[in-house]
């Protein structure tokens, strides 16, 4: 993919994240993801590239705008697309930290068609040599990790969503000796946050939506990063259903742990988010005065290598970019 046509997509997550911003702190989660999912898709088509979702808002039922398998853009470069318009409605909607609006990018074919389930996961800015697995005990993974960072399993911070089911995980967590951060949404920007400095955060772990694990580990196989899942239909009520649904979607063992290569097929992919709260990777969408907009966005692109973190003014119909 050429650059120029990352930094187009850039604009989408941009657009996206100042609609959704309008919204901050009103408590309407539902009016901010809106807003966030019309931005993006009318974004998306004055862009001259073939793109199609593969991960969205839901299937063409169940969506009435970016549904797995629409096709959006005005002709061109044939791209598969996953995104999270708003990550973290919630956090939008009460002005908590760390909500952002998330793509990611690959050729046609790239990206794993991943079902509506959930998958535990595991992700971390190393492999710690081969040994973190996402079938592996919490206390194995923490001390992999510990000893990849070279510092004592008393200072690893483990990120968790703080869900009923991960009762027994943080316990674990505990026992082992590390330190738990518990978050309420947002296992994309916890996921991408073990990769970035002065997060805080050293491993994830959990169970949390399959889609947002395509998002997440596109942005960690672009700078070396590690994450590995597993589908769990069994915790999901509709579980066998989706279950059904997802053999018709991909081939892909859905019983298989389902390493990076499994769920991004291709190096040359890119993950893009924009802050829309602040957080500790990205601040949030500013409204300044005179019409000024600022937002603060991640570009981590697979095909060099690099993480770039981007800084934009829209002040009337410029930007300057720095």
Known sequence: ????????????????????????????????????????????????FSGRIVIGEGERDEAPMLFIGEEVGRGGEELDIAVDPLEGTNLCAYNQPNSICAIAIAPRGALLYAPDTYMWKVAAATDCGGRLHVDNTPAENVQAVADALGKPVSEVNVCILKRDRHEELIQAVHDAGARVRLIYDGDVHASIATTVPGTGIDLYMGSGGAPEAVLACTGLKAIGGFFMGRLDFDIDPHGVEKRERAEKMDTVDLDAPLTMDILVRSDDAAFLACGVTDGEMLDGVAFGDGGATTTFSIVMNASDNTVRFIKTTYRGEGTISF
Not at 13 to 24: D, F, L
Not at 26 to 41: I, N
């Open 1 to 48: 993919m050429q650059n120029a046509l990352v930094m187009n997509v850039l604009q989408v997550a941009e657009q996206a994240a100042i609609a959704s911003a309008a919204w901050r702190g009103t408590g309407d989660k539902v009016s901010a993801d809106q807003a966030a999912t019309t931005a993006m898709r009318e974004a998306f088509n004055d862009i001259d």
